[in-house]
């Protein structure tokens, strides 16, 4: 079984500013994917970053970055230099290797880029 | 490269009648998956599909749900004599097996209100 944790319900950031979302994760499998989702109001979820449990790079994507702590099992999303478009919810998610496609979510952080 | 498309982006039906949804995975996309979604949580895995084979069901997904991929293309998700709970977001996504890292990507959802 997969479980993804996110503490953060909220968080508030300066235009321009960097920002950390905070992501741990738990499983058995040793084989694994972290993903990072961005769910605008619209509704659709996109697609953000990836990293594999066998990376030993922390993965970036633009303005994107995760912070891979593998011993403590956590996958940080940083984005750098925030814009108002990045006011979103944000979800942190698993794919395990048993897990034939399961992506497990967490509950999401509510992310808002102030002017 | 089109993405992932859903119809109807939204429903209303009063509880008791039969809804369908479909989804229109990327082209060359062989795997699809549903997830249901409800207000403030992530989304949860329903379903998922290879080609036409439907591979892994959740617990989630009673006897009123079901969903097909007849021709390994598009898919429906319908559920007979709809209660109030079943009122969420449904999102479909895809993936292409071949893919390492296995992202899947996600349509803009069906919002389904039950009355």
């Known amino acids: 079984a997969q479980k993804i944790t996110q503490t953060q319900p909220g968080m508030f950031v300066q235009e321009k500013e960097a920002v950390t979302l905070d992501c741990t994760y738990d499983t058995s499998d040793q084989s694994y994917g972290l993903f990072w989702y961005k769910q605008p109001s619209s509704g659709e979820m996109i697609f953000l970053i990836y990293q594999g449990s066998y990376d030993e790079q922390n993965a970036t994507e633009g303005r994107y970055s995760l912070n891979f702590q593998k011993a403590r099992k956590s996958a940080n999303l940083v984005i750098s230099a925030s814009q108002l478009g990045d006011s979103a919810m944000y979800f942190c998610a698993i794919l395990g290797g048993t897990s034939y496609g399961k992506l497990t979510f967490g509950q999401g952080t509510i992310l808002t880029v102030h002017p | 490269d089109t993405g992932v498309s859903q119809d109807p982006r939204h429903k209303i039906t009063k509880r008791g009648q039969n809804v369908t949804f479909r989804c229109d995975p990327i082209s060359e996309h062989n795997r699809l998956y549903w997830y249901r979604q409800t207000l403030g949580q992530g989304p949860e895995f329903l379903t998922y599909?290879?080609?036409?084979?439907?591979?892994?069901k959740s617990r989630l997904l009673s006897d009123r749900f079901s969903a097909e991929r007849p021709k390994g293309s598009f898919s429906t998700l319908e559920i007979q004599r709809t209660e109030q709970g079943d009122s969420a977001m449904y999102l479909c996504?895809?993936?292409?097996?071949?893919?390492?890292?296995?992202?899947?990507?996600f349509g803009p959802g069906t919002r389904l209100l039950v009355l």
């Open positions: 599909f290879q080609n036409e084979a439907q591979l892994e």
């Open positions: 996504a895809s993936s292409l097996a071949r893919d390492s890292q296995e992202t899947q990507y």
